[in-house]
C-alpha cells in the first residue's frame, strides 16, 4: 500500500511538458576555488528557482579546447514574457548577484528557440 501511495504523489508531480519559444544562453567561466560551492547553489538553488518560474534549463556544455567560456548553459520558456517577467523579479536578481559570486567572464541572451546547439558570442 506505501508503494501505491508513492506512485499516486508521483503522478501529482509530473514534468510539465511546454513547447519551447525562447531560450535563455548563460555562459561564463567558473572560478577554480569555487567548484563545490558553484555546483551546489546552482543545482540546489537556482535551477528549482527557475522552473518554479516557468524557466526549464534544457542543456548544460563545458568548453573543453578553445578561447570561449567553460560553461554554457541553456534555459527555455514558451513566451518571452515568462523570461522577461523572470529577469525582472527581485528573486532573479538575488539569483544572479549570487551566481556573480561564483563566475566571472558572465554573459546572458535571450534569443528565439532554434533546435539543436545555439551559441551566441557576447
Known amino acids: ?72 548553459t541553456g534555459f527555455v520558456a514558451e513566451d518571452y514574457e515568462s523570461i522577461q517577467s523572470m529577469l525582472d523579479s527581485d528573486r532573479w536578481q538575488d539569483l544572479e548577484d549570487r551566481l556573480l559570486s561564483y563566475v566571472r567572464n558572465y554573459s546572458c541572451k535571450v534569443v528565439e528557440y532554434r533546435q539543436g546547439f545555439q551559441f551566441v558570442r557576447s
Open 1 to 72: 500500500m506505501g508503494m501505491y501511495e508513492s506512485e499516486d504523489q508521483n503522478q501529482d508531480q509530473e514534468s510539465e511538458i511546454i513547447i519551447p519559444r525562447y531560450k535563455m544562453i548563460m555562459s561564463y567561466d567558473v572560478l577554480p576555488h569555487n567548484h563545490d560551492t558553484y555546483y551546489q547553489f546552482v543545482l540546489g538553488e537556482l535551477v528549482p528557482a527557475m522552473q518554479e518560474m516557468g524557466i526549464y534549463m534544457t542543456e548544460v556544455w563545458h568548453t573543453a579546447y578553445g578561447n570561449y567560456p567553460i560553461r554554457m
